[in-house]
């Protein structure tokens, strides 16, 4: 009977308590580490203090399509793909560092002891991923601004126009906001030196 090292059982559950605390459900958990069921939902429980929720994943792609989902999708896969090329992490690691990274943009500016939720949560990042490691999205380029977003796969390039050069009517957002987002999201590229300066912080 094959045994696991200590070592790399205590990495596992490093592992699964960093995807806890950014919210990962535990279908995410038995994904990636190798620990048991009833291990994962003892450690869950001993984190949050609660049992983990019931329920599948969502598992729908046309989400990331919306006008919102779409710009974080967007802004989270690009930090996902600077991380999993130009640092250590791979994998799992590299998606929790991303996502650690994503919370920091997407939170920049707005008041520090808000309890709003990020528009796009831990699981949804880690099924971002999968549907493009599946091959059902891709980055495309917007025919306006030249900006790289996430699109479904295979649908047609040459007239694709994103989420921020294009807004729905009722998007809440005002002009001069949606000028300094669309400068936001095309200036800051995944090779982009504010990404490089963020990860040797955390180093």
């Known amino acids: ?3 696991k090292s200590v070592a790399g059982e205590g990495r596992e559950i490093e592992l699964a308590s960093q995807m806890i605390h950014l919210g990962a459900r535990l ?3 038995q994904a990636e580490t ?3 069921y009833d291990r994962l939902g003892r450690l869950y ?3 949050k ?3 983990p929720p019931k329920g599948m994943l969502p598992f729908s792609v046309d989400w990331f399509m919306t006008w919102l989902p779409n710009i974080h999708a967007t802004m989270f896969y690009s930090i996902y793909r600077y991380v999993n ?19 920091e943009q997407a939170s920049a500016g707005r008041p520090q002891h ?22 059902m999205l891709q980055m495309t380029n917007c025919a306006r601004c030249k900006g790289s977003f996430v699109a479904h796969a295979h649908d047609p390039q040459g007239s694709y126009v994103c989420a921020i050069c294009k807004p729905p009517p009722r998007a809440g957002k005002t002009r001069a906001q949606n000028r300094r987002q669309h400068a936001d999201m095309t200036t800051k590229t995944p090779t982009d030196a504010a990404f490089s300066s963020a990860l040797k912080k955390r180093s």
Not at 87 to 97: D, I
Not at 114 to 135: H, I, K, Q, Y
Request: glycine residues 8%; aromatic residues 10%; charged residues 20%.
């Open 34 to 36: 190798g620990l048991s």
């Open 27 to 29: 279908q995410v958990l």
């Open 49 to 51: 203090g609660c049992s």
């Open 114 to 135: 808000t309890d709003a939720e990020p528009v796009l949560s831990f699981t949804r990042a880690w099924m971002l991923v999968r549907f493009f490691d599946s091959g």
């Open 85 to 103: 090329q130009h640092t250590p992490s791979k994998g799992a690691q590299a998606l929790v560092e991303a996502y650690r990274l994503y919370l």
């Open 45 to 47: 429980r001993e984190i």
């Open 1 to 3: 009977m094959a045994t």
